[in-house]
T-cell receptor, first 109, second 116 residues
Framework: RKEVEQDPGPFNVPEGATVAFNCTYS??????FFWYRQDCRKEPKLLMS???SGNEDGRFTAQLNRASQYISLLIRDSKLSDSATYLC??????????FGAGTRLFVKA | EPEVTQTPSHQVTQMGQEVILRCVPI?????FYWYRQILGQKVEFLVS????????KSEIFDDQFSVERPDGSNFTLKIRSTKLEDSAMYFC??????????????FGNGTRLTVT
């Protein structure tokens, strides 16, 4: 089983749509969870940390289910500028922070 | 906002040559990392560095690779004898640590390494 596994993409959605990304992780001792976005040929940029109680930042909502080892990201009211690759990132304890392969999102006008 | 800086942005080298990739992490951060991303593939962990020593490394980080913090600001990745398959984007990252052990990573813009 992969350490961090994400939905295969790409997702093609119209502007204004709601889209959800899922991620599972294999190490039950994992302690920290993040969503990053990556634009083509650019560095990953932090979108949001994911907290146990779930958290929201504007149009973005992240959820964590430790029992199922599952993380999700919901984007509401998609914008053209949301088009990017979304990376699920897990720190398993210690210093090793592992990236999922990413899910590509295309938002169309 | 403070940022991680990397130089050069693009490095072209011949197979078998040594390269050094440079990074200046955010000044109050305690943990430093190198990642690589081969074109079209995922971001892969190479190594983490804390308190002037390697704290963890992946199977990719073999004897051809080394890291160093030669002074109070720079953090370098050296590849001793480059191979064609080392061609990739190399990202440096840092995180706060200390009182925020679960703080996120902040990435530099990356160095695109092309081995010919």
């Amino acid at each position: 089983r992969k350490e961090v596994e994400q939905d295969p993409g790409p997702f093609n959605v119209p502007e204004g749509a709601t889209v959800a990304f899922n991620c599972t992780y294999s190490n039950s001792a994992s302690q920290s969870f993040f969503w990053y976005r990556q634009d083509c040929r650019k560095e990953p940029k932090l979108l949001m940390s994911v907290y146990s109680s779930g958290n929201e930042d504007g149009r973005f909502t992240a959820q964590l289910n430790r029992a199922s080892q599952y993380i999700s990201l919901l984007i509401r009211d998609s914008k053209l500028s949301d088009s990017a690759t979304y990376l699920c990132v897990v720190r398993a304890g210690g210093f090793k922070t592992i990236f999922g392969a990413g899910t590509r999102l295309f938002v169309k006008a | 906002e403070p940022e991680v800086t990397q130089t050069p942005s693009h490095q072209v080298t011949q197979m078998g040559q040594e390269v050094i990739l440079r990074c200046v992490p955010i000044s109050n951060h305690l943990y430093f990392y190198w990642y690589r991303q081969i074109l079209g593939q995922k971001v892969e962990f190479l190594v983490s560095f804390y308190n002037n020593e390697i704290s963890e490394k992946s199977e990719i980080f073999d004897d051809q690779f080394s890291v160093e913090r030669p002074d109070g600001s720079n953090f370098t990745l050296k590849i001793r004898s480059t191979k064609l398959e080392d061609s990739a984007m190399y990202f440096c990252a840092s995180s706060e640590g200390g009182r925020r052990p679960n703080s996120p990573l902040h990435f530099g813009n990356g160095t695109r390494l092309t081995v010919t």
